[in-house]
């Protein structure tokens, strides 16, 4: 939950989805619908569709309790290195290394590394250098240390008088560190969708890519040829910056293609929905309910 979101954000769903599926047989019986409606508003939905998956085989093929070994915990859906690494030494206190951000910005100054760290070299040196650094025991400990260290002190401005070890540090221009390449372009993207209401009732689509398995307004090839949106806005998504548009679109004999289905407005709360669609639909219900349906909303 915590991949490029904050503590402040997280808490509230981390304890909602504790309520919910408190163990491992709860999450392997909750259906994706569920998991994804938990999950709405924190992005990268993979993650939860992974921790799913995740606690179905522990309860088929690990008898219901977590692996401890580093080999089984990177075979469980969407573990990579970091976080197999960082289960293993802060659940079962294994004396692996990690590198997440803040322990990659302080071990590039620490050893004054003069290569971006965002490339494959750059990368597996940090895990070296990460590795070269690690206590036999008590590697818990010092890995916290590192990331409290990294997030605290040698921050973006590095504090590098009350640094506690300011006399192992080799960085010479520390504000300077890390060297990372070129960032990517941030591409723009116009993306429409269609808003019919028929009955109480909203028409909605499956998605089937980005946020697959999540309901959102039904695409649109086109923009529809000389109608105005009634709604406007923008997202984030990885290196896009997407804007979404929304056009009435008339309801009367509207039949739902395959993936679509009208669900009831008064139900939406409980229904899996991507936070920019949610904004829209919330936006276009309430001026529809106010009769002010027809000028643009913008956010
Ligand atoms: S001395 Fe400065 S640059 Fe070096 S680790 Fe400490 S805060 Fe970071």
Same mark, same amino acid.
């Given at each position: 939950m915590l991949q490029q979101t904050q503590v402040a954000t997280v808490i509230r769903y981390y304890n909602e989805w504790i309520r919910r599926f408190p163990d491992f047989a709860a999450l392997a019986a909750a259906s994706e619908r569920e998991v994804l409606h938990a999950w709405q508003g924190l992005g990268y939905y993979a993650r939860a569709r992974n921790l799913r998956a995740t606690a179905q085989t522990v309860m088929e093929k690990q008898g219901g309790r977590f692996p401890k070994s580093l080999d089984a915990i990177r075979n469980l859906p969407g573990v990579g290195r970091y976080t197999a690494n960082a289960v293993a030494t802060f659940a079962f206190n294994q004396s692996v290394p990690i590198v997440e951000a803040n322990i990659a910005r302080l071990l590039a100054r620490l050893f004054n *590394?003069?290569? +971006?760290?965002?490339?494959s070299h750059g990368r597996e040196t940090l895990w070296q250098r990460a590795s070269e650094l *690690? +206590?036999?025991?008590g590697a818990a400990i010092h890995n916290s240390a590192l990331m409290d260290l990294g997030a605290l002190v040698c921050g973006s401005r590095p504090n590098c008088v009350v640094c506690p070890v300011r006399h192992f540090c080799r960085a010479e221009k520390p504000s300077e560190l890390p060297i990372k390449g070129a960032r990517p372009l941030i591409r723009l993207r116009t993306e429409h969708h269609g808003f019919s209401v028929r009955g109480g009732r909203v028409l909605l689509e499956q998605s089937q890519d980005r946020w697959r398995g999540m309901w959102m307004l039904p695409r649109l090839a086109t923009a529809p040829a000389k109608r105005k949106p009634v709604h406007i806005s923008e997202f984030p998504f990885t290196n896009h910056r997407i804007t979404l548009t929304v056009f009435p679109q008339t309801a009367a004999g509207h039949s739902a293609k395959s993936f679509q289905h009208w669900f009831p407005i008064d139900g939406l709360d409980s229904i899996p929905l991507p936070s920019p669609h949610r904004r829209a639909l919330e936006m276009l219900i309430s001026a529809r309910s106010q009769r002010l349906c027809g000028p643009v909303t913008q956010i």
């Open positions: *590394l003069q290569i +971006p760290i965002d490339t *690690l +206590p036999n025991r």
